[in-house]
Nanobody, 123 residues
Framework: QVQLVESGGGLVQSGGSLRLSCAAS????????MGWFRQAPGKEREFVVGSISNTYYADSVKGRFTISKDNAKNTVYLQMNSLKPEDTAVYYC???????????????????WGQGTQVTVSS
């Protein structure tokens, strides 16, 4: 059974930093592309970053967020710096089998999802 478990969310002041973690189990981690999405109240879930053949960031987080993977620990991280109130959302990690067709910016590309972790940025 595949599980993705996010952690590291919390409350932070504007300009602060957080590092989210996503621990994967039940899959061969090195064979999956990983992504992070977020969903703010009343809004659609949106793409944040994808680690595919290369790394792709949404324009809204470029230069502030960094994705990294530790294959030995089956964990993907999202380092978030210079946080803004508009970054407030539930953050989800997602996994997609490598080399599949489709657009990794869209939710349907991903095969597995975590339960999400809340990030709240106060002004």
């Amino acid at each position: 059974q595949v599980q993705l478990v996010e952690s590291g969310g919390g409350l932070v002041q504007s300009g602060g930093s957080l590092r989210l973690s996503c621990a994967a189990s039940g899959l061969t981690f090195s064979r999956y592309d990983m992504g992070w999405f977020r969903q703010a109240p009343g809004k659609e879930r949106e793409f944040v970053v994808g680690s595919i053949s290369n790394t792709y960031y949404a324009d809204s987080v470029k230069g502030r967020f960094t994705i990294s993977k530790d294959n030995a620990k089956n964990t993907v991280y999202l380092q978030m710096n210079s946080l803004k109130p508009e970054d407030t959302a539930v953050y989800y990690c997602a996994a997609a089998r490598r080399y599949k067709s489709g657009n990794f910016y869209y939710r349907g590309y991903y095969d597995y999802w975590g339960q999400g972790t809340q990030v709240t940025v106060s002004s």
